[in-house]
């Protein structure tokens, strides 16, 4: 959902009934578009009723007050001139007292979230990446609760939902089953950012940026959060620390080499000073999993039409979903061709497995170095693996590693170090890789 330029706006109804005695929050509070000094907050109540946040720095003293106006049962609240890289604690709340019907003062909880570091300078950044996640089966519980045990302490500061986030349409309902009743805690904490996929897409559309997906996100479109503007939340870019983070739309809008998204990622790409670009969208640049790159249109379009771009722009990461696997590339350039064509003398920078203890970590130079090579990684079993009894074929030339497996991502980065962790739903680390800038 877009944001207005004027203060955020509730769901507007012309009558205000009375508050009712009590409300009972049906989604979130989640959070969307964070920046070192803003973040919206979003909730849905069973109710009609006002939309204000309290929020200060410590639990015991919420004294700051947001607002939308009007009164709604779907809350968009902004707070802003928060201070960079601070926790905040906060609630949620129907008006701005709080009181029912009858006046007495309604207990809260209060939770907590931390801005984003100031932009630019490096900070230690944790990322859960969860591709396809959505089945809302065994499989999907047991991939965030292995990933949950492994962080412990070190919970993520953001979270990238790669696309089919929520089975199997991506309506309202969908949303509310495979997302909202599955990572509560999460979302109450950890801002989270999306890109579109094809079951999403059932639902929504990118041109008219209508639908529920469309509906229950807020994203950047006026470069809010850094990058340049896109105009649309179907692509977009935002910034945290020392990274730049590209989403694209690779399954709804159009994926010509000079259309508006392939226009705006170039500008984008040239206008970012940050030490890492990581980019993600739906459909594969390179698969051999439950979807093939050599056949599928869009995995064709998007490697063929923005995968040069991408190289070209110096991005070093590349994560995506739809294929319900995990594989995980060498580091690599300018192949843009079927799996037959993949040639390690001409496509790999650097051969290897990329981990200190093995081969060696990846090395690339400081600074936007095109076509210096990218890991190109392919998770979309947060939610699902690929079938056992007529298992994928997994046996793309790019990929150092491909497994069969459920499981998420965690990406950590540390200035100029980046590190990623494949944790399948038994929680055993199964694939990692680092990459050093010099
Ligand atoms: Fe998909």
Redesign the pocket.
Known sequence: MRLPCLPLLATLVLAAPALPAATTVLRGPYLQTATPTSLVVRWRTDTTEGSFVRYGLTADALNQTAKAFGIGTEHIVQLSELLPGRRYFYSVMGSAENKDGDGKILRVPVYAFTTPPPTGPASPTRVWVLG?PGTKGATQLAVRDAYTKFAGDRTADLCLLL??NAYPDGTDADYQKAIFEVYPEMLRTTPLWSTL???DGHSANSITQSGPYYDIFTFPTRAQAGGVASGTEAYYSFDYANIHFVCLDSHDTPRTPDGAMAQWLKADLAATTRDWIVAFF?HPTYTKGTHDSDREGRLVDMRQNFLPILEAGGVDLILT??SHVYERSYLLDGHYGKSESFNATLHVKQPGNGRAGGDGVYRKPRGRAPHAGEISVVT?SAGSAGSKSKPPTLDHRAMWISLNEPGSVVLDLDGLRLDLTFINEKGEKRDSFTIEKN
């Open positions: 396809d696309g089919d996929g094809n079951h739906h979903g739809h979309g």
